[in-house]
């Protein structure tokens, strides 16, 4: 048992104490008994509950030092294209091994809810099986979302609408697409109208890679948002990455975020990946990729930061 003194607390003028055992808050007050408690003070500082990080892919972490993971345009599509050809060297064991790594340094910088894509576009579901195993061993310590991404797409993959189905039947939480990386817009449409139809068939959540783009054409966004917001299920809905939308026409976007608003969609920004990986094709002026926070925020639309890479085949460029 141990006794926190001098702790501040956000909105607290006074400094207060903490009472943890076994690991657990017991009582948070401004003066606690609590007869041999070891004595720790905090000195004033600030004490914040947990870190959340909504979006990273601890299926990839550390993997850029593989055979054939350079990205040497320093693209996302690259970066994608690299993965699909080095993922099937890579057993279940290593990726537990890697993904525990990168668990570790994120609860070692305060995280304790990590929300994890991982890729199933793969018949043995690899990466799934893995993480599903390290989720269950490490639940007591923190708290895993998995999300049944099908990175080289849902149709551009042969059967990947069915692999992200299978994946939330053994346990998934989250549906996950990827509609810019489809073959064709028609296609993209398909797979956001899978992507809800299947969290409203299971009860799942929905976080889909939107628009990670600098085609201000891409408007995957709209559909998704209409999608959620007609089914009612916008507040269990994010939209990772929205890249385009940040390159959008201001009236189509300031239009936009009256209808974000009413749905309860969440927003999900990469910011250290997608200034890495975006604006690639742009001479002058270059777009720094990222979606728009400001004028979310602003707007009472839910906007979260995210971790995204750590030492993958989407950072693992020579060029800048």
Known sequence: MTKFINARLKGKKELC?????????????????????????????LVVPPYVDPHIHLDYVFTSQMEG????????????Q??????????PEEIKERALKGVIKE???GVQFIRTHIDVTDPKLTGLKAMLELR????????????????????????????????????????????????????????????????????????VHCDETDDTQSRFLELLNALVYSEGIGRKAAASH?????SADNSYAF????????????????????????????????????TRVKELNDAGVNV???????????????KR
Not at 69 to 80: D, K, Q, R
Not at 82 to 91: A, C, H, S, V
Not at 242 to 246: A, D, L, M, P, V
């Open 304 to 318: 979260c930061f995210a971790q995204d890479s750590m030492s993958d085949p989407l950072v693992s460029s020579r």
């Open 136 to 207: 269950e061993q490490l639940k007591e310590y923190v708290t895993i979302q998995i999300v049944a991404f099908p990175q080289e797409g849902m149709y551009a993959y042969k059967g990947g609408d069915s692999l992200v189905e299978e994946a939330l039947k053994m346990g998934a939480d989250c549906v996950g697409a990827i509609p810019h990386y489809e073959f064709a817009r028609e296609f993209g449409e398909k797979s956001i109208h899978k992507a809800v139809e299947l969290a409203v068939k299971y009860d799942k959540l929905i976080d």
């Open 17 to 45: 104490e903490i009472l943890v055992e076994k690991g657990k808050f017991k009582e948070i007050d401004q003066h606690i008994e609590a007869d041999g408690a070891k004595i720790t003070d905090l000195n004033g500082y």
């Open 255 to 290: 239009r936009m975020l009256k209808q974000l608003y009413k749905s309860g969609i969440n927003f999900i920004s990469c910011p250290t990946e997608n200034i890495y990986l975006q604006g690639r094709q742009d001479t002058y002026p270059k777009r720094r990729g990222l």
């Open 107 to 109: 609860v070692r910088s």
């Open 242 to 246: 929205t890249c385009s939308f940040g």
């Open 69 to 80: 993971a350079l990205n040497g345009s320093g693209t996302l599509f690259e970066g994608i």
């Open 82 to 91: 690299r993965w699909g050809e080095t993922k099937d060297k890579i057993k």
